[in-house]
């Protein structure tokens, strides 16, 4: 896959029904132990706390155009913090580690905080090969979570 093939660009209404989709697909909420919200949920979520925040960076990830996942980073207290989501039609294929670098050029912000579930050795390794550093973990109500934290270069 070609670096053209992944961008960037602004969320529009329309992506918001990939995103649930993908947020609903069974082995996504396995691996990142997010328990899938019902629909008027998930939509109120990215209608006022996403997409009407205006501290929240927000992208979705496109490959040939269509919508692959989305990329954002939220301020909790004090810290900034990224996630993602892919399409599982989307993973091993390069995709994440693309879109994200991209993102990374974005968001300015460092310290960079993310919280991955430590099982999800997939999302780890890809922050890790982006530059963030394991600084212990953290629970999630019965969950361990790895916290990863990209200084300044």
């Excluded at 961008?7 to 990142?32: C, G, I, N, T």
């Excluded at 099982?119 to 916290?147: I, P």
Aim: hydrophobic fraction near 35%.
């Amino acid at each position: 896959m070609s670096d053209d093939d992944v961008r960037l660009r602004d969320v529009v209404e329309a992506d918001l029904d990939s995103f649930l989709a993908y947020e609903h697909d069974p082995e996504a909420a396995r691996r990142s132990r997010f328990t899938p919200r019902p629909r008027e949920a998930f939509m109120a979520h990215w209608r006022t706390r996403v997409l009407g925040d205006d501290t929240v960076l927000v992208r979705t990830v496109t490959v040939n155009g269509e919508p692959a996942g989305n990329l954002v980073s939220w301020w909790e207290g004090e810290r900034r913090f990224i996630g993602y989501w892919l399409g599982r039609p989307y993973w091993g294929r390069g995709i994440g580690t693309k879109a994200l670098a991209r993102f990374l050029e974005l968001e300015k912000n460092r310290p960079l905080y993310a919280d991955p579930f430590t099982g999800n050795t997939a999302s780890v390794h890809l922050l890790e090969r982006h530059g963030f550093q394991s600084q212990g973990t953290v629970r999630h109500g019965d969950d361990e979570h790895t916290l990863l934290v990209l200084h300044e270069e």
